[in-house]
Nanobody, 121 residues
Framework: QVQLIESGGGLVQAGGSLRLSCAAS????????MGWFRQAPGKEREFVAA???????TYYDSVKGRFTISRDNAKNTVYLQMNSLKAEDTAVYYC???????????????WGQGTQVTVSS
């Protein structure tokens, strides 16, 4: 089993920055892709960004140029650096792990409990 623990969420002013971290533990051998999803009240969970073990990554269009995903394989940790935050970025952010680099939540096998990000305008 793989356990994922997110941290770094909080309240930030619009235009500010925040860095989320997700630490993975357990049997992570097959979890070669780690990603971030978010869910705002009344909305579907949506893809934010994902990164492969090799370093290749992909982003949802609305966050391109503002968010950067990275990982430290030695520490089994993935990061999401969020810059130029907007009120529309407000959501619960979830860390996920799976075997494929994909935007579909159903393709990920493990999930963290989420961390709240609130951007005030």
């Amino acid at each position: 089993q793989v356990q994922l623990i997110e941290s770094g969420g909080g309240l930030v002013q619009a235009g500010g920055s925040l860095r989320l971290s997700c630490a993975a533990s357990g049997r992570t051998f097959d979890s070669t892709t780690m990603g971030w999803f978010r869910q705002a009240p009344g909305k579907e969970r949506e893809f934010v960004a994902a990164i492969r073990l090799s370093g290749g990554s992909t982003y949802y269009d609305s966050v391109k140029g503002r968010f950067t995903i990275s990982r430290d394989n030695a520490k089994n940790t993935v990061y999401l650096q969020m810059n130029s935050l907007k009120a529309e970025d407000t959501a619960v952010y979830y860390c996920a792990a799976g075997g494929l680099l994909a935007p579909q939540a159903t393709l990920y096998d493990y999930w963290g409990q989420g961390t709240q990000v609130t951007v005030s305008s």
